[in-house]
């Protein structure tokens, strides 16, 4: 992998794809979508499902930006971690923000389904302790996420160098989560959507 070119990932591997046309008139819609990446592909899917009138537009290949450059890992976990949603806000609707993540990854696996060369597989996640310090806070976030039906395992430090060969002071493994290439995900999905009257344009 190059690191230094420049040349995001995702495209190098799968190399161009069916480009989409350029405005060159107006166009009038009910919803306009500036960009192209993955987000921008399902918004218009899910618009486009409501029935609403969606054109979809990017001043570059479609996909060419940060979905091209994305690990391409799919994971539950937010910025916030569950504990802290639950002070914030409460506990009830910290869960029903998390366990919604944990869903759309069963969701995501149905809207990839169709396309065997956008890879997506399930695989498990490892969130890592930086400090011993961070230890108590890991113990916590795992007891939250178990209590609301979470499947996340605590891996103390002596675990750790034995089944990964970190040395950390603690992790959460978590059973939930997945990979897919964006890119040709994205794609898949706006070939689909143009072919059912969604006007999608690049450049």
């Known amino acids: 992998m190059d690191l230094k070119s420049g040349y995001p990932y995702w495209a190098v591997k799968s190399g161009l794809m069916k480009p989409f046309p350029q405005?060159?008139?107006d166009h009038r819609c009910e919803v306009a979508i500036i960009g192209g990446g993955i987000t921008g592909a399902l918004i218009a899917?899910?618009?486009?499902?409501?029935?609403?009138?969606?054109?979809?537009?990017?001043?570059?290949?479609?996909?060419?930006?940060?979905?091209?450059?994305?690990?391409a890992l799919l994971q539950y976990e937010i910025d916030t971690h569950l504990v802290d949603l639950a002070r914030r806000h409460?506990?009830?609707?910290?869960a029903l923000a998390y366990r919604a993540c944990v869903d759309a990854l069963d969701e995501?696996?149905?809207?990839?389904?169709?396309w065997r060369d956008v890879e997506f597989a399930r695989n498990r996640s490892l969130y890592l302790a930086s400090r011993r310090r961070d230890v108590r806070v890991l113990r916590d976030e795992h007891?939250?996420?178990v209590r609301h039906g979470i499947d996340v395992e605590y891996l103390d430090a002596a675990r750790l160098p034995e089944a990964y060969g970190l040395d950390a002071p603690a992790?959460?493994?978590?059973?939930?989560?997945?990979?897919?290439?964006?890119?040709?995900?994205?794609h898949r999905l706006l070939q689909r959507l143009q072919r059912e009257g969604v006007a999608v344009f690049a450049r």
Do not use: H, K
């Open 45 to 71: 899917r899910t618009l486009a499902g409501e029935g609403m009138d969606v054109a979809l537009f990017e001043q570059r290949d479609i996909g060419w930006g940060s979905t091209a450059a994305s690990t």
């Open 23 to 25: 405005l060159r008139s």
């Open 108 to 114: 995501l696996r149905l809207l990839a389904s169709p």
């Open 90 to 94: 409460g506990e009830a609707q910290a």
């Open 143 to 145: 007891a939250a996420r």
């Open 171 to 186: 992790a959460l493994l978590s059973a939930d989560a997945a990979r897919v290439d964006p890119y040709r995900l994205t």
